[in-house]
């Protein structure tokens, strides 16, 4: 499994942007699919995850972030919209299919998420 994430940059914030995961090797509609985040010298954080039409979000992402995936492209978005400097981390795509969107958080602390894309960084000015 691969994944490989896009669309990171700087934005003013207030900004929007909208990050890509491409995934190749995989059977897609089977996994559960995430975007984590990880700031310096924070821990890593659970943004959002979708399966099949099911989606979860963490509590920073709720309102502003939106996930979702075209089965067509093998790829999973995150729109983030309402950008704050707090918003500034390196993000991660995550592929699991042994796991929920509810449970993909928990997954990730238990270390058993299948694939991790290579993160973009996101980086929010005030």
């Known amino acids: 499994v691969q994944l490989q994430a896009s669309g990171g940059g700087l934005v003013q914030a207030g900004g929007s942007l909208r990050l890509s995961c491409a995934a190749s090797g995989l059977t897609f509609n089977s996994y559960a699919l995430g975007w984590f985040r990880q700031a310096p010298g924070k821990e890593r954080e659970f943004v959002a995850a979708?399966?099949?039409?099911?989606?979860y979000y963490g509590d920073s992402a709720k309102g502003r972030f939106t996930i979702s995936r075209d089965n067509d492209k093998n790829t999973v978005y995150l729109q983030m919209n309402s950008l704050k400097p707090e918003d500034t981390a390196v993000y991660y795509c995550?592929?699991?299919?042994?796991?929920?969107?509810?449970?993909?958080?928990?997954?990730?602390?238990?270390?058993?998420?299948?694939?991790w894309g290579q993160g973009t960084q996101v980086t929010v000015s005030s």
């Open positions: 995550a592929a699991d299919r042994g796991t929920t969107a509810q449970n993909m958080a928990l997954s990730s602390r238990v270390g058993r998420i299948d694939a």
């Open positions: 979708i399966k099949w039409s099911v989606v």
